[in-house]
């Protein structure tokens, strides 16, 4: 009754046309079963007892390997055999499913990949063979290594494999003439002689199949005895299903069923599977071109509509304005339509996670749990592309660095198994998604330590910045932590390409950390590339557009309002709620003239125009880009439009200032302003430490922060005192001024303070109220008059000029303008000549030897004096490598005293430097900084340092000396 | 003009026996898995059934012996197709109700003998 079996021999020839059609086709669908077969196969491995979801991988893959034989691909064809061979003992239970069973599936599935890359290029498949992974693969489903180690990855890449002929057998053995019979003498390999080629394992020749085809039963002679043992004959085909594919495992289970029973069942399964079908049935496949194309259409449609909308706005009463509304409801609605069709579940970005979890889980020695919230929510296509990899690098780094080992997740009282969640949710037009792990969190330490050793911030920057803040460092170039490096992360290049990734895209990410329990790193990306709401911006009469997801706020300042432009070291910046925003002028960045300024002289050039035009009423536009704030400065701001983003003509591509251009609704064409190549641009100035190089570092040293207090007294000439310095500011009445002995004195707290003047022709206000500074020691008090307190700004103190005026160290400039740094020793001892003689109580019977290494003039003219008095000998250097040099001269003091930052080599190093070698080994150093935390302590005990003080601490310092020299004693 | 039924979950190889089919003047259908196949039995019953083994939903073997069960079912010309090529694999789908077996992959001339062979064409 039944006949010769046929097969068909793996050529092209099917009989079909188009085969280029065919292979794009197969390509499609293989690729997106793979990518369910790797998630599936990961929550096998979690139960091997699902039986459905092994069913479901095994039918994907066999699927793979089915269609390969139509199109002729012999390579994809073994491998995908190979791998299901081992599914099929899984399934069969003839295989304990084994974590290095499930590992070379998985590799298997990998090599499928590669071969089919390969295919999608060059439309063949590559050359060489996958001969180990498929012996292993053999060796597996024959039981053999079923709890061997895992074989190392590279021996499974196809391109390592040594290059053989696509037909292995023809090279490795003597051809056999088809004619003769299929099995060789070692018994291992048959050739086919229908199919003409060696048979996979598990595989039966044509002869034996047809054989055993003709020897099967037919329905109609099923009641003799099945030749084939294992086969209960069954006379009633019917049985009752569920929807679920069960293979022929109901042979067992389901034989008996009445067949009406089955029916009935089949009948309601028929009805919810109708409506399956008709959707199933109603959705079109269409290239991503077509849609793209789609997509530039509508844009074009929106900005045409947009310009009928403003034709007709300006007339009264055209016949145009009925149907035209009506074309603008259509068009929005097209327009959402069309967008709709270009959105996917981000959860096609997410599928291959599992998989990567998995393994990073075996490769760690970590137990991880991925949770995934919020996969269907939907974004543009072209983004969700764009987001992949920084997603999945996210996710490597929370396993590797976010997650502890078990052991140290047990010691912290947390759950061995870490897990790390994905969140995504719509939140205004933008969507947010959430990376959490319950984890160590950030090691701020760390970050610090390398903050500073990469030179991005100085330990006084870090002091003033919150955890969250430092935190952020993660993203800056170049920027690792990991203690040790690993495959998995680690190597240096990461979060900065995370962050610039989704820069691009118009995102933001940032992070926030809490020790010991974990990390939330939160990207927001926009829905869309295509149609952004942007800010439309004027400078110098051209308009500009700035995307509004990097716009904070909007700032109106001009000379007359409580916003003014200012200028520091003829940098502008903007002082927004206590904190100095850098700013960019617009038409600088763009360098761009002024064509013919209305309102202008002739004879006036058009940069004095500019000039003449700033801080007039300018707009500041606060961006933010990464964790770098700053401020564009335009002329006028219009309103926010939905544009639709054109791509840069090749030929301005190379400007980075420029994201790319749209058609407004009046018809004209405006630039998009890309308000991150502002920033790089500007960072070059070397104000952003992001860009800034080794020197701009070394500057930074230079240009240490201190906060002054600027006021005026006397002259017009802005004064200004280290902040740290002053006890109290006061204002009393000047009734309350009174003379002693020459000498203006006023009760104070119960006390009288002589209050000093800042020179002999300063006077004091003959009404009113008197503002002073109060400079305070533990019993004594003195006030300062000044005529009017300026401001507390932060800048670094650099004196340019000395003074020769007494009671002025010198002048540096302070917020842009040039400041007299007033000397306030020389005010003390003004007010008490014996200020100092306190400490001189403490004086040693010799006077003792004092190197004092600080950069600042300032603080070498306050100390030296201060040491003076107490009875030291004071020698005074710049740096360290003049502090060397004295040391090479022979000199010899009792105790130095160095500053922590300086430029060049740093008070750290000095002191390891000097404790290294012999001649200073054993003099004592007192560390002075800016700043005191316990760390910097630490650090200072551990490199030599004998104390670390304060530096506008006078006492402590003066205290520190006299007890380092006493336990020091004699022994210098 | 006959009628034949494509039952298989990959779309290359419904395309590929739908060229091939159309070529032998058959009017073609196409089923993604056994259910979706039974459902088209009901309605119109074709003339030859070319059906794939492993599927979702249901597989091959159990639409066969649905589809012999059913008012009609027995009338059409199922050909098994498919990788799964062992003695089991073929007892099992003849006693189903197979009229042939044919192992994938196929081409033109392989379907043409077939049908030949069972009086379809």
Redo the contacts between chains.
């Keep these: 009754m039944?006949?010769a079996?046929?097969?068909?021999r793996?050529t092209h020839?099917?009989?079909?046309?188009n085969m280029d059609d065919?292979l794009s086709?197969?390509l499609t669908?293989t690729n997106e079963n793979l990518d369910t077969v790797d998630a599936e196969l990961v929550r096998f491995e979690k139960d091997p007892t699902d039986k459905a979801v092994l069913d479901?991988i095994?039918?994907l893959v066999?699927?793979v390997?089915?269609?390969?034989?139509?199109?002729g691909l012999p390579r994809l064809e073994s491998v995908a055999h190979a791998s299901e061979n081992v599914l099929g003992k899984f399934r069969d239970g003839e295989l304990k499913v084994s974590t290095q069973a499930v590992s070379l599936i998985l590799k298997s599935i990998d090599a499928i990949k590669i071969i089919l890359a390969e295919l999608e290029a060059n439309e063949a498949e590559p050359e060489g063979d996958d001969k180990e992974l498929i012996d292993k693969l053999n060796e597996v489903a024959s039981g053999k290594i079923v709890d061997a180690a895992p074989a190392r990855a590279e021996e499974h890449k196809p391109e390592t494999v040594k290059s053989e002929a696509k037909a292995p057998v023809a090279e490795s053995k003597p051809a056999p003439q088809p004619e003769t019979s299929g099995t060789f003498a070692d018994g291992e390999k048959k050739i086919d002689p229908v199919l003409n080629r060696e048979l996979l394992p598990?595989?039966?020749s044509m002869e034996?199949?047809e054989a055993?085809?003709n020897?099967?039963?037919?329905?109609d002679e099923?009641k003799a005895p099945?030749p084939?043992a294992?086969?209960p004959?069954?006379p009633?085909?019917?049985?009752a299903?569920t929807?679920?594919?069960?293979?022929?495992s109901?042979?067992e289970e389901a034989a008996p069923s009445p067949?009406k029973a089955?029916?009935q069942a089949?009948n309601t399964?028929?009805a919810a599977?109708?409506s399956d079908?008709s959707i199933?049935n109603q959705s079109v496949r269409v290239t991503v071109d077509l849609l793209e194309d789609l997509m530039t259409m509508v844009s074009e449609l929106v900005l045409t509509r947009n310009q009928l909308m403003q034709i007709v706005r300006d007339q009264e009463d055209s016949k145009f304005k009925v149907p035209l509304q009506r074309l603008n409801l259509v068009t929005t609605e097209l327009q959402e339509g069309v967008m709709k069709t270009r959105m996917q579940p981000i959860g096609n970005a997410w599928q291959k996670l599992p998989r990567i979890v998995r393994d990073l889980s075996h490769e760690l020695g970590k137990k991880i749990e991925l949770k995934m919230l919020g996969a269907d929510t939907e974004l543009d296509r072209q983004v969700l592309e764009m987001i992949k990899d920084p997603l999945t690098h996210m996710i490597r780094n929370s396993a590797d660095h976010g997650l502890e080992q078990p052991k140290k997740r047990l010691a912290a009282g947390k759950p061995e198994l870490g897990t790390i969640k994905l969140n995504a949710y719509h939140e205004g037009g933008h969507v947010i998604i959430q990376i959490s792990d319950d984890g160590a969190g950030l090691n701020i330490e760390r970050i610090k330590q390398k903050a500073i050793a990469s030179g991005l911030a100085t330990e006084a920057d870090l002091e003033e910045m919150s955890d969250q803040q430092i935190g952020n460092f993660i993203f800056k170039a170049g920027f690792s932590t990991a203690e040790t490096i690993t495959s998995v992360s680690g190597r240096g290049v990461g979060m900065d390409v995370v962050r610039s990734n989704i820069e691009k895209i118009g995102g933001t990410v940032d992070v926030r950390t809490n020790p010991g329990k974990g990390s939330v790193f939160t990207v927001k990306i926009p829905l869309t590339l295509a149609i952004v709401s942007a800010l439309v911006v004027e400078s110098y009469g051209e308009r500009f557009a700035i995307p509004q997801i990097s716009v904070i706020e909007l700032v109106r300042a001009s000379d007359n309002s409580e916003h003014k432009i200012e200028e520091l070291k003829s940098s502008p910046v903007l002082r927004l709620r206590d904190q100095l925003l850098p700013l960019v002028y617009l038409s600088d960045v763009l360098r761009m003239k002024r064509k013919s300024p209305a309102g202008l002289s002739a004879n006036e050039t058009p940069e004095m125009g500019a000039q003449t035009q700033r801080g007039k009423d300018d707009y500041v536009v606060v961006t933010q880009v990464g964790d770098f704030r700053f401020g564009i400065v335009v002329e006028r701001v219009f309103d926010t439009e939905e544009i639709v983003v054109k791509p840069v003509a090749p030929i301005l591509r190379h400007i980075s200032v420029f994201s790319g251009n749209t058609i407004l609704g009046d018809g004209s064409v405006i630039m998009i302003l890309d308000p991150n190549g502002i920033a790089n641009m500007y960072g070059n100035g070397a104000i952003d430490p992001d860009e800034a190089g080794a020197e701009a570092v070394s500057s930074e040293f230079a240009e240490e922060k201190t906060s002054l207090l600027i006021f005026k007294a006397g002259d017009d000439t802005p004064k200004a005192v280290p902040l740290s310095l002053i006890a109290r500011l006061e204002e009393l009445d000047v009734s309350c001024v009174e003379s002693s002995n020459g000498r203006d004195v006023i009760q104070y707290r119960g006390q009288l303070m002589p209050l000093v003047r800042m020179s002999d022709t300063h006077q004091l206000r003959t009404e009113g109220r008197q503002q002073m500074l109060v400079f305070a020691d533990e019993t004594r008090t003195m006030g300062l008059a000044v005529d009017s307190i300026v401001d507390i700004v932060e800048d670094s103190l650099k004196i340019e000029l000395t003074s020769d005026i007494t009671g002025v160290a010198g002048t540096a400039v302070i917020a842009g303008r040039a400041t007299e740094i007033i000397d306030v020793s020389h005010y003390l001892v003004a007010a008490f000549p014996d200020w100092f003689e306190e400490s001189r109580k403490s004086r040693v019977k010799r006077p003792r030897s004092v190197l004092l290494i600080d950069d600042s003039p300032f603080f070498r003219n306050m100390l030296a004096p201060v040491l003076g008095t107490a009875g030291y000998k004071v020698t005074a250097v710049e740096n360290a490598d003049q502090a060397l040099a004295l040391r090479e001269g022979g000199a010899l003091f009792d105790v130095i005293v160095s500053d922590i930052q300086m430029p060049g080599m740093s008070g750290f190093e000095l002191a390891s430097m000097i404790k290294a070698d012999q001649r200073w080994q054993k003099t004592p150093i007192v560390a002075i900084s800016a700043h005191g935390t316990p760390e910097d302590f630490e650090r200072g005990r551990s490199v030599g340092f004998s104390d670390y003080v304060v530096k506008m601490d006078r006492g402590a310092l003066l205290r520190s000396l006299s007890e380092t020299l006493s336990v020091y004693g004699e022994a210098v | 003009m006959k009628s034949c039924l494509v039952v298989d979950d990959s779309r290359v190889i419904r395309k590929v026996a739908r060229q091939i089919l159309e070529d032998l003047s058959f009017e073609t259908f196409e089923a993604v898995d056994g259910q979706e196949a039974l459902n088209i039995c009901r309605t119109k019953m074709p003339d030859a059934i070319l059906l794939d083994w492993n599927m979702p939903v249901m597989n091959g073997i159990d639409f066969l012996r649905h589809l012999r069960s059913e008012k009609g079912g027995m009338s059409p010309v199922v050909v098994f197709c498919t990788t799964e090529n062992d003695i089991k694999h073929i007892t099992e789908a003849i006693q189903a109700g197979a009229n042939e077996y044919i192992m994938k992959p196929f081409d033109r001339e392989i379907i043409e003998t077939k049908f030949l062979e069972v009086g379809l064409v």
């Design positions: 039944l006949s079996i046929c097969n068909a793996p020839n099917t009989g079909v046309a065919l086709e197969f669908e479901n095994f039918r066999h699927t390997k089915g269609t390969c034989g139509f199109l598990g595989e039966v034996e199949l055993a085809f020897a099967a039963p037919g329905p099923d099945a084939v294992e086969s004959a069954e009633v085909p019917a049985v299903v929807a679920v594919a069960d293979d022929h109901d042979e067949p089955g029916k089949q399964d028929t599977k109708n079908t199933a």
